[in-house]
């Protein structure tokens, strides 16, 4: 079973940047899309963003879409969750997520790392 470990949170004001990234273990990373989700305090946890195994397809909650980007590195075991025009309202607990096969929906999530708290001022 691949383990997940979240990095990159922290306070940042509201129309700033962040870079999460989420590291994995085990020599099967590349072949399994991954995902980021968020909950905030007192909502149900939702999808952010997903990626294919190989970076070929990534899609995004309207939410953020056209100011967060997916990415990844399988040579690092790595995905990425670039963060811009970050808002209040995109302050959570941010987790990583993998479907364990090499396509991804939203629905297809199911191990999950421990989380990293993005939190936007006003």
């Known amino acids: 079973q691949v383990q997940l470990v979240e990095s990159g949170g922290g306070l940042v004001q509201a129309g700033g940047s962040l870079r999460l990234s989420c590291a994995a273990s085990?020599?099967?990373?590349?072949?399994?899309?991954m995902g980021w989700f968020r909950q905030a305090p007192g909502k149900e946890r939702e999808f952010v963003a997903g990626i294919s195994s190989g970076g070929g397809r990534k899609g995004y909650a309207d939410s953020v879409k056209g100011r967060f980007t997916i990415s990844r590195d399988n040579d690092k075991n790595t995905v990425y969750l670039q963060m811009n025009s970050l808002k209040p309202e995109d302050t959570a607990v941010y987790y990583c997520?993998?479907?364990?096969?090499?396509?991804?929906?939203?629905?297809?999530?199911?191990?999950w790392g421990q989380g990293t708290q993005v939190t936007v001022s006003s």
């Open positions: 085990g020599r099967t990373f590349s072949r399994y899309a």
């Open positions: 997520a993998t479907t364990g096969a090499p396509d991804w929906g939203p629905a297809e999530f199911g191990s």
